[in-house]
């Protein structure tokens, strides 16, 4: 199982940002929320394979991903990015989803970056879905903030099946306001207060990047789910002048902590 991202990481980045940045035209924006040191969590859209090269490029420190186990079953990605940074994840759930998210806590111990992907899985329509708990367990266990991240552009720049990325694409990357654990650790039950911070970080990006929010998982289908609220009322969430405001949610007891970019 890989540590995170080290010294491999730092040089690809100083060597190889200038050459992204050349590429393809990124505007950066809220980069300076990001803390110089000490432990956070990146939380953001997936539209593009892209999505963590990108972001990995241009935040000044070192992040790990958590990324899908399947790529280690390749000889081209096995090494290298478990190298890069990358963490692999078994999506069946369970303890060998939860191995991942422990060295995730390492990470952040250590008092570094860390990235998931809330959806759990890349938008294959655009849609912004309904985020998975386990970016808040860590925050509340870590007691680190989550920084919702929007990006926009990048499904131009690499579309879902595209073998490489097309070269001088406009994408946008934004990083939003910190989500702190503690407005939430005395919320009531455990799955209440995990369920509301994540339901305030996917407001977040759905703010940034503009993108229709559904009340539903990536990969479910919305007609065999039951909705508590109406998609309106879902992304009505608590945020810095109406903290008070919780979302009901359906489903909290089968909550899975699978969170991996594919």
């Not at 989550?146 to 990083?175: H, M, N, W």
Request: aromatic residues 6%; charged residues 25%.
């Amino acid at each position: 199982m890989s540590s995170g991202a080290g010294a491999l990481q730092r040089r690809t980045r100083r060597v190889f940002k200038p050459v992204v940045t050349r590429l393809w035209d990124i505007d950066m924006a809220g980069y300076e929320r990001l803390p110089d040191e000490g432990p956070a969590i990146l939380c953001p859209n997936h539209i593009s394979f892209f999505d963590s090269a990108l972001l990995g490029f241009t935040v000044p420190r070192n992040i790990s991903f958590v990324g899908k186990a399947e790529y280690m079953d390749s000889w081209k990605t096995k090494h290298v990015f478990p190298a890069l940074g990358m963490i692999p994840i078994d999506r069946s759930g369970g303890d060998k989803s939860a191995s991942a998210l422990d060295v995730a806590a390492e990470v952040l111990g250590r008092g570094e970056l860390f990235g998931i992907y809330p959806e759990g899985t890349r938008s294959r329509n655009g849609k912004l879905h309904k985020g998975r708990t386990g970016a808040a367990r860590l925050a509340m266990k870590m007691n680190c903030p989550i920084y919702p991240v929007g990006i926009i552009g990048t499904d131009e720049i690499q579309p879902p099946g595209a073998r490489a990325p097309r070269l001088r694409k406009p994408c946008s990357i934004e990083i939003g306001r910190p989500i702190r654990p503690e407005r939430y650790a005395t919320r009531g039950a455990e799955h209440l207060a995990w369920r509301s911070m994540m339901d305030e970080v996917m407001y977040e990006i759905r703010e940034m990047t503009g993108q229709e929010y559904v009340h539903h998982y990536a990969g479910e289908d919305p007609a065999e789910v039951v909705q508590p609220v109406s998609p309106v009322d879902a992304v009505r969430i608590a945020t810095v002048t109406d903290i008070t405001a919780l979302t009901p949610a359906s489903g909290l007891d089968r909550e899975l902590v699978v969170s991996a970019g594919s």
